[in-house]
């Protein structure tokens, strides 16, 4: 694709990746196919191939309307264009680029910009959301069925968090939401690290890994709590860390990227891109010690586990480029994997999306359910705590994260 690209940004270093970008377009459409947008509005502009088109108008100068932010807006990020892509497009960095310059030029409406304002303020404010969020159980009674969807039906007591005992240490994020929302997560993948001989400790203060504010485009605030998170791990990191330990796939992709979003940062560049470097999601962390894994599964006496579905976040599979490992690590576990159709496809659950689009989302999740529960599944299993809550919200099956079932096989 040939660019022009305007005055107002050739020369940036967000201009010169855009760029970039925009050359290796073929304008191949094959993007589309899996797009699942695209699949629900059929709109060229609702696809990657559309946005990319409206992304480079506006980079040459063409006028930035309320209509580009709608289309930008609708997207997932879900990256599934890129799994597509023959020709390596990065449209997910793309897409930030774009949406930072339509947020600059188009003004959101009072109501919209109060929404977006209350989330970036609310969510990553572990002590705050938490409060938040027993307040809306109390009150779930009297809400509406939509927004009571959006409540956990329980939240699962932590359980035991077993002492650094090892010479091996890995450090895990708390995060945002999570510690909130479900507990139990951090706590069974430390306990399944433990019987591996790694021991998993979680640094003080150390909280929102920035995506959240990022994509809801307050991007300077984003990096601040990157290079906050940086500063909270950084003596755990020159103690001897071997690894940071991610279990919410959707905070993996973005820490494994702060080298790059950071690279322009003097102080951090060279911290950033250490973090990304160590930076582990828990699937390939376990599937590194699958022998002993292995081991101490036949020496369990569990009864045989339940038939499971597993929905692969897009955070894995296209942002991470990471399929099949958790599958093999719940098949040696003895966990009869029900086949689920297009499980390319998002569920709608997008970080914020889910609240910020929620037409959309609600569709986008009945036809992920439909796929997961079409193989009989007596539970789902997932690793973003974003999509776990998300689907919990419209099924009665017990929705887990897999390091959870893991922990639970390894526990009976």
Not at 123 to 134: C, D, E, N, R, V
Request: net charge neutral; glycine share 8%.
């Amino acid at each position: 694709m040939q660019t022009q690209l305007a005055d107002f940004i050739r020369d940036t270093p967000e201009g010169r990746e855009a760029d970039a970008i925009l050359r290796k377009c073929v304008h191949c459409g094959f993007c589309t196919a899996t797009c699942p947008t695209y699949q629900l509005l059929g709109d060229e502009l609702d696809g990657p191939r559309g946005r990319i088109y409206l992304i480079k108008e506006m980079l040459e100068g063409s006028e930035v309307t309320a209509k580009t932010q709608l289309h930008l807006d609708r997207c997932l990020t879900c990256r599934a264009c890129e799994t597509t892509c023959p020709s390596g497009v990065q449209y997910g960095r793309l897409v930030d680029i774009g949406r930072k310059v339509v947020e600059e030029r188009v003004p959101r409406s009072i109501p919209a910009n109060a929404q977006r304002k209350a989330i970036a303020a609310l969510f990553p404010q572990t002590g705050l959301f938490g409060a938040m969020l027993k307040v809306g159980k109390l009150a779930r009674p009297f809400l509406p069925e939509s927004l009571a969807n959006k409540l956990p039906k329980e939240i699962p007591a932590a359980g035991e968090w077993p002492a650094p005992r090892h010479a091996r240490r890995m450090i895990a994020l708390a995060g945002c939401v999570q510690p909130a929302l479900d507990p139990s997560i951090n706590a069974a993948a430390a306990r399944v690290l433990d019987r591996l001989g790694i021991s998993l400790v979680e640094a003080p203060d150390a909280g929102c890994c920035g995506a959240l504010r990022f994509h809801l485009n307050y991007q300077d605030e984003g990096r601040d709590d990157m290079r906050r998170l940086i500063d909270a791990w950084w003596p755990l990191v020159e103690e001897g860390a071997e690894a940071i330990v991610m279990t919410a796939s959707g905070c993996t992709t973005t820490v494994k990227e702060y080298g790059h979003l950071l690279a322009d940062d003097p102080a951090y560049a060279a911290k950033a891109q250490r973090i990304s470097a160590m930076t582990r999601d828990i699937a390939e962390v376990v599937a590194a010690e699958f022998s002993r894994l292995t081991r101490l599964l036949e020496a369990s006496h569990a009864a045989k586990p339940a038939r499971v579905a597993f929905h692969p976040p897009c955070s894995l599979q296209h942002g991470l480029k990471i399929r099949g490992v958790t599958e093999k690590l719940l098949a040696a576990a003895g966990f009869e994997l029900a086949p689920v159709p297009d499980a390319h496809l998002c569920c709608g659950s997008a970080g914020t999306y889910s609240i910020l689009q929620p037409e959309l989302s609600a569709e986008l999740k009945k036809n992920k359910l439909a796929a997961l529960q079409s193989g009989g599944p007596s539970m789902i299993l997932s690793s973003n705590i974003g999509c776990l809550s998300h689907l919990a919200g419209g099924t009665e099956l017990p929705v887990k994260h897999w390091i959870v079932a893991l922990d639970d096989r390894l526990r009976a």
